[in-house]
């Protein structure tokens, strides 16, 4: 699992790939806040590659949203794929992440 | 010696197998240590009406009625006249998924032997005075030979039930 | 947190739900027209797919499914059922039985099994209607299906469960995912709303990624049993804190929920707004009111009193909620909720463990009184009180009512009539009457025995009983009621009666009995137990299943009973089995006899006496015992036991059904409570000892079987011609 960062004008898309879950939440808390003042005011992730999610995955996501409101900075999903969107419907969180 | 168990275990269990020996009259025998439970003192036996000379009676062994045989009725010999160092060898056999309690009694329990599978002659088809189908092998000890008892046939239930309902007709 | 466990438990459930199923569908078949009779055979079934599919059964879920459907349409009046719906729907309940019995073993369910569910699924197609698809279980396949289905309809969403949780913090880390409840929720039925609680996410720097932060509040639209959803959290359940509010609860439960849960009130109200479980109007009257409230007296009031004060819910509808919680209430006490499944070995063990106690008890009882000190003796009898009403209670537990088992006949009784083109009606009296569970199971085969017979030979055929003025419909009734520590049950039915004389000449051809032999009616009755009497006349396939009368009295004696006959021509034969309650312990006396200790079941005993004290007959082992002959059975003699002295010898008079007789022993030691022991198989073949049991020395006694021990006397004085056996007869 990897999180690249690119940015474009006002928006740092964080595109993960791979699991997101309970077995490298604590590796992906560092690496996806690591010098996060670098990064935009809008961030866009994109979680069409990733393989797997778990409650714990969703609970990351949620934490980085929360996280990034305080700072005054919008996170919002931009690309996703079936499995990631059916867990995020079923736990009723997809709406908090609409652009 | 109360509990025959505690002899230490050595050996590959493949080939070596222990054996605890008693004595009925002059003769030794053995049954394979595994089936054998305990060997307690002989006392208070209720004697159960009509039975066969080779059922003794029954005894309480901490809660449980388990019955008694005189091995040497069933084997052929003199019944066992109590004596001071009269034993009985409780035994353990599965019979039909179920297993069964039975003590043994012995004129006395001699000790635990360990016999390699090679030292262990075939059942003689005559000359022991003995069914054939009782005995494992006979081991030879020193000087002296030990029976080593087959102890699912020799102490069969079915068969000591069928033995009390013949007494009984 | 076995799952092992919880799939006993659903095993156990089933069996239970099965059989009233069965029972709810032969009363439909009996004319009851009860609503509440479908909603009972409905709610079985229902509860039977959603556990399965708990546990991923799927072939009894989608068998069981369109079960259900039929059904749900008889619940909504669009079909009724009736004989013919009724004969594939019995038929139906057995194949849910297999399937059951199929994934208990863990066997799979071979072609033949799954043919006859499809074949029984066809015949019910004329009564399904138009849209019945069938359900594949939906398994937790790796969640690719949304997790709302889209159809909230149906249900108003105070019809739903709520179900607020929030999880201990080392669920994730442990291994366990909520989201996997959720898939078990969903089986049980809809989840129509959920949010996920983020408030407790914490700051930055306390943010562990592994710990669980997120709450759920969940509506769950099901008719899953407040039990079944409970198991869903079965993993959790002791970490996290769930709270479940029923469909139909009233504002207060949500009033109490939002007071209970740490998030902020307005928070919490809009959730349960959100989720259509109160309302907005109700939600903000409420919490304005609680703010007041607080405000003039410096405490939170009680929510659901000011909402009546307030009128902020109609007052008939607080009232109705009321009514509602209150019938919730009644429910809970119902019988099903009463009860707590226990492992039977575990009472076993119990019983087993006062077993001892008992011994032990009259092992002091014993020291103290050789002692002789008083203060002991009181203290060790008060004492003596308490082991026998732990007994007594511990005894109790494994009381079971006949009822069940009589109640299995009815099906019995139904079908085999049919296949015979008789009529016939099974009433049973006396239900309640209790017995050993272990009784119980070996009563069956007996019993079922006998029914047969008595349909098969006792009820005529309809042209017969109407040539004998006889109603059509034949009547076998299943009696049980208690008798001095027994149970009788009676097996009576209205057919043709036991042919004396026809059963004498059988037992003349077969050689059973010498011509000119008088024997009693009873005597000729219980000839039908002999084995040489099952002709090839009697056998048919319904009850000559290679299983003879003679099997029935054997069966009967092991669990140390009697069976006796009344019969008469043309109107009825009765048969009455008498039992004792248990056969684990018994109230007995200590005797001896040679030497070795006996125990006679109490229960049998009319009197001990000297035995010199009373008038011999001349010449034969009979006493006159207040101008009554009394024939005896001297121990010592029919056991061969070691000559004693005569002069002190003791008789103990037994009753065994109808008959007196006496028993001579060489002392009489008084009453003794003991545990039955099995004497193991060697000594099956010995009558009269029926099992022996530990006195308080420690000494083995054997208990006295009197039926069999009398059997076994007449038995040996009929080769040696003697007394004994005509006594008995003249006593009737």
Redesign the interface.
Known sequence: MKIERKKSKDTSTLIFEGELT?YN??Q??DEL?ADYDKLADKIALDLHAVTEI???G???L??AK??FSAIHKSVFITKSN??VE??L?????NSQFAR | MNQASKQKKTGSPEVIKQYLTFRIGNEHYGLELSQTREIIEYSGITEVPLMPNFLRGVINLRGEVVPVIDLAVRLGRKSIEVQKRTCIIVVELQNNEQNHVLGLLADAVSEVIEMDDENIEDAPSFGANIRAEFIQGIAKREDEFVVLLDANNALSIRELAHLVEAQLQ | MNLDGALQTFFAEAEDLLNSMEAALLRLDEGDKDMETINEIFRAAHTIKGSAGLFGLNDIVSFTHIVENVLDRARDEKITVSGDLLSILLPCRDHIAVLVENAMHERANDETCLAQGQALLDALKPWLGVAAAPVIAKQESNASAGFFDGNTGGSSDRDSWHISVRFGPDLLRNGMDPFSILRFLRTLGEITHITTITEHLPEFNDFDPEQLYLGFEITLGSNASQQQIEDAFMFVREESSIKIIPPRSNIYAFVNLIQSLPENAQRLGEILVKSHAITYQELEAALATQKNQAKALGKVGMLGDILIEEQAVAPEIVNAALDKQKKNNEKKSSPENRFIRVDAERLDKLINLIGELVINRQRVDLLASKMGNPTLIEAVTSMGNFTEAIRDAALTLRMVPIGDTFQKFKRVVRDTAKSLNKEIELEIEGAETELDRSMVEKLNDPLMHIVRNAMDHGIESISVRQARNKPDSGTIKLTARHDAGNIVIGIHDDGGGLDVEKIRKKAITNGLIEEGVHLSRQELFQLIFHPGLSTAEQVTNLSGRGVGMDVVKRNIEELQGGIEIESEMGVGTSLSIRLPLTLAIIDGFHVTAGNIDFIVPQNTILECVDLNSLNHVQGQNCVNLRGDQVPYIRLREIFSLQPGNHSREKIVVVQFGEKRAGIVVDELHGEIQTVVKPMGPIFQALKGIGGSSLLGTGAVALILDIQQLISFAINREHLRNNAFSVNIQEQE
Request: net charge negative.
């Open positions: 309970i939440v604590s992906l808390k806040f778990d409650t714990a969703v609970q990351l949620l934490f929360k996280f079936e499995s059916s867990v419907v079923a736990l009723d969180v």
